[in-house]
């Protein structure tokens, strides 16, 4: 009697774990599904025409920056004005604007498109100047543009990145 008792135990076990297993599962599967959905609806580019913009945040190697050119190229392809660079390469090129006087010029080519990927935010420490160039973009740019801003710092970073997230994710 105790053998077929543990052997129903074990059973149980395993029904449970197998449930356990199929419930995350479909979590993930609903997931997926949510995601896929979300990406299908940044393809459409409507985010765009409405000048909202887009902050994608997670670890290295997560396909942030992949998914971000396929939503350029698809905006492209829908006549959109774009350009990838990545944060630091455009804050350096506003820094080295200001020496030969451009910078207005520089920032005005930054503002002239429809959507302007930045890539790596918080990638790299920035110099304490540019946190000024940074804003100054990103403020101009409201309601005349869309962004995407690839990053993997989360809202815990700290209290300049949790602004600058919320500010992008209110409009």
């Known amino acids: 009697m105790s053998i077929k ?6 059973i149980q076990k395993d029904m449970q774990k197998l449930n356990f297993l199929i419930i995350r599962q479909l979590k993930n599967l609903i997931l997926l599904f949510n995601l896929q959905r979300l990406i299908n609806d940044f393809l459409t580019c409507a985010f765009i025409k409405e000048k909202r913009n887009i902050v994608f945040i997670g670890n290295p190697g997560t396909g942030k920056t992949h998914l971000s050119i396929a939503i350029g190229i698809k905006a492209l392809t829908k006549n959109y004005k774009v350009l990838f660079t990545s944060v630091s390469e455009m804050l350096q090129n506003l820094n080295t604007s200001k020496a030969d006087n451009s910078y207005y010029q520089k ?49 815990e970073s700290g209290v300049t990145s949790f602004l600058i997230m919320y500010w992008l994710l209110q409009f």
């Open 5 to 10: 008792i543990a052997k129903t135990i074990a």
């Open 107 to 155: 920032v005005h080519y930054y503002l002239s498109f429809d959507l302007l990927i930045l890539d790596e935010l918080g990638f790299k420490k920035l110099p304490s100047y540019s946190a000024d160039d940074f804003f100054e973009i990103i403020s101009k740019r409201y309601e005349k543009g869309s962004l995407i801003i690839t990053t993997n710092k989360s809202f």
